[in-house]
């Protein structure tokens, strides 16, 4: 009986929780929407709120390490609540608050409480914030402003002179955050007889599928879907980016980037290079210079002296075909693929012309499917692009959408919000095409 007491108050609190949120969401709605900060009564309603969050917080907190502590096949516990919601066709929900994850069981209303790492550490596991040393806040909520400090300078004074006063210059830049999500369709015969397919969803495919879209937001060079607030830095960086020789130079790099930077008044200690797998690859085969000992620009995922993210979402490829015709004009030309059309041929390269000159001895009449890669390098220092995720994250186990299917679908919600606070801490180099 005491346990079944225990799961109740965990509900109430994530309940409580979540209300909060929502209050404070429509706060920060209601000044965007009037244009206005918030009033003295709004304030102090705020602040009573977010105090209220941290309190239950750490009330969950304490009542995941006692229920983990009584239940230690807890996770097993969870495992079986999906699979049998699944099977009788109820939908499970996996609440995600601040550091807890709560599998909250309809039949009989309880909430299994784990621990929310089992999702944020794959998720964070390889992203640009892990790579730089930089943590992924989570359980943001309302009108969060990102606090970002500059320099503030000591003072050396005489015995008795008195102190003038310092203003620490914070960078108050509203997050406005937006709803991204994923849904993975799961046959009912995979998910009955693949052994642990459910941890494997839950702990790594969800959460690395968030973590490319999150990639494709930070890195695009262009807005991604129909994105408002969620853009990267390198978005509007196309038109100014620095021109670079087909294979950049050390120098270009070095000087035309990482110095750039620096002479903004950028310190640099999160800086890191992005760019493609395969720009990196010919990087490490690239020496510094032509003279002397032979030292490649890039090694151990590191150049100049600031390390290398590496993903192809920074280099845009461009999709097109072209059918050749043989005879009096032996050319190829653009063509408009049509239902039916075979494909013969695929290449790729910087330009039509070049990734076509692979292809030696063409057929008349056959088709080729030409990507065209346009190559770019990234540089920014990531302490100004904070990003974080925002209120609850909702993990929805619904049996009911992909029915006739004899599939269920697992379907993860949550806010997201990023911000670029200092324009001049990225830079973007584009790659030229080659002769």
């Given at each position: 009986?005491?346990?079944?007491?225990?799961?109740?108050?965990?509900?109430?609190?994530?309940?409580?929780?979540?209300?909060?949120?929502?209050?404070?969401?429509?706060?920060?709605?209601?000044?965007?929407?009037?244009?206005?900060?918030?009033?003295?009564?709004?304030?102090?309603?705020?602040?009573?709120?977010?105090?209220?969050?941290?309190?239950?917080s750490?009330?969950?907190?304490?009542?995941?390490?006692?229920?983990?502590?009584?239940?230690?096949?807890?996770?097993?516990?969870?495992?079986?609540?999906i699979?049998?919601?699944?099977?009788?066709?109820?939908?499970?929900?996996?609440?995600?608050?601040?550091?807890?994850?709560?599998?909250?069981?309809?039949?009989?209303?309880a909430?299994?409480?784990?621990?929310?790492?089992?999702?944020?550490?794959?998720?964070?596991?390889?992203f640009?914030?892990?790579?730089?040393?930089?943590?992924?806040?989570?359980?943001?909520?309302?009108?969060?402003?990102?606090?970002?400090?500059?320099?503030?300078?000591?003072?050396?004074?005489?015995?008795?002179?008195?102190?003038?006063?310092?203003?620490?210059?914070?960078?108050?830049?509203?997050?406005?955050?937006?709803?991204v999500?994923i849904?993975?369709?799961?046959?009912?015969?995979?998910?009955?007889?693949?052994?642990?397919?459910?941890?494997?969803?839950?702990?790594?495919?969800?959460?690395?599928?968030?973590?490319?879209?999150?990639?494709?937001?930070?890195?695009?060079?262009?807005?991604v879907?129909?994105?408002?607030?969620?853009?990267?830095?390198?978005?509007?960086?196309?038109?100014?980016?620095?021109?670079?020789?087909?294979?950049?130079?050390?120098?270009?790099?070095?000087?035309?980037?990482?110095?750039?930077?620096?002479?903004?008044?950028?310190?640099?200690?999160?800086?890191?290079?992005?760019?493609?797998?395969?720009?990196?690859?010919?990087?490490?085969?690239?020496?510094?210079?032509?003279?002397?000992?032979?030292?490649?620009?890039?090694?151990?995922?590191?150049?100049?002296?600031?390390?290398?993210?590496?993903?192809?979402?920074?280099?845009?490829?461009?999709?097109?075909?072209?059918?050749?015709?043989?005879?009096?004009?032996?050319?190829?030309?653009a063509?408009?693929?049509?239902?039916?059309?075979?494909?013969?041929?695929?290449?790729?390269?910087?330009?039509?012309?070049?990734?076509?000159?692979?292809?030696?001895?063409?057929?008349?009449?056959?088709?080729?499917k030409?990507?065209v890669?346009?190559?770019?390098?990234?540089?920014?220092?990531?302490?100004?692009?904070?990003?974080?995720?925002?209120?609850?994250?909702?993990?929805?186990?619904?049996?009911?959408?992909?029915?006739?299917?004899?599939?269920?679908?697992?379907?993860?919600?949550?806010?997201?919000?990023?911000?670029?606070?200092?324009k001049?801490?990225?830079?973007?180099?584009?790659?030229a095409?080659?002769?």
């Amino acid at each position: 009986m005491p346990k079944e007491k225990k799961t109740l108050v965990v509900r109430d609190l994530i309940n409580q929780y979540q209300a909060n949120c929502d209050r404070i969401t429509e706060m920060a709605d209601l000044c965007e929407t009037e244009q206005r900060e918030r009033t003295e009564a709004e304030t102090k309603e705020y602040e009573t709120l977010a105090r209220d969050n941290q309190l239950l917080s750490m009330k969950m907190q304490a009542a995941t390490a006692d229920h983990l502590r009584e239940n230690p096949n807890a996770r097993e516990d969870a495992i079986k609540i999906i699979r049998e919601n699944a099977t009788n066709g109820k939908k499970t929900e996996i609440i995600f608050v601040r550091d807890l994850m709560m599998v909250n069981d309809a039949a009989n209303g309880a909430i299994v409480p784990l621990n929310i790492q089992d999702i944020l550490a794959p998720l964070t596991e390889g992203f640009i914030l892990d790579k730089v040393g930089l943590p992924m806040p989570t359980g943001l909520a309302g009108d969060y402003v990102w606090p970002m400090y500059e320099m503030v300078e000591a003072q050396i004074a005489g015995e008795g002179a008195s102190l003038s006063d310092t203003k620490i210059p914070f960078s108050k830049m509203q997050a406005a955050p937006e709803r991204v999500g994923i849904a993975i369709p799961v046959t009912n015969q995979t998910l009955n007889q693949s052994a642990g397919i459910l941890e494997t969803i839950v702990r790594e495919i969800m959460p690395m599928s968030i973590r490319l879209l999150l990639n494709k937001i930070l890195f695009s060079t262009a807005k991604v879907n129909n994105a408002t607030n969620l853009v990267g830095p390198f978005v509007g960086l196309v038109d100014s980016a620095v021109p670079l020789s087909a294979v950049p130079k050390f120098t270009e790099l070095n000087s035309k980037m990482k110095a750039a930077v620096l002479s903004t008044g950028i310190d640099g200690e999160h800086l890191c290079w992005i760019m493609s797998k395969s720009l990196e690859a010919i990087l490490e085969g690239t020496p510094i210079n032509d003279k002397g000992v032979y030292i490649p620009m890039a090694q151990n995922h590191v150049m100049c002296g600031l390390p290398i993210y590496t993903t192809n979402v920074i280099s845009p490829r461009a999709v097109s075909y072209q059918k050749y015709t043989a005879g009096t004009t032996n050319a190829w030309a653009a063509y408009a693929l049509a239902d039916g059309d075979t494909v013969t041929y695929e290449v790729s390269g910087d330009s039509i012309e070049h990734a076509l000159a692979d292809i030696t001895t063409p057929a008349g009449g056959k088709i080729a499917k030409v990507i065209v890669v346009t190559e770019y390098v990234g540089l920014g220092d990531w302490r100004y692009q904070p990003m974080g995720l925002f209120g609850t994250l909702r993990f929805i186990v619904d049996p009911y959408s992909q029915a006739r299917k004899d599939a269920v679908d697992f379907v993860l919600n949550t806010d997201y919000g990023t911000k670029t606070l200092r324009k001049e801490a990225f830079k973007l180099g584009k790659v030229a095409t080659s002769a």
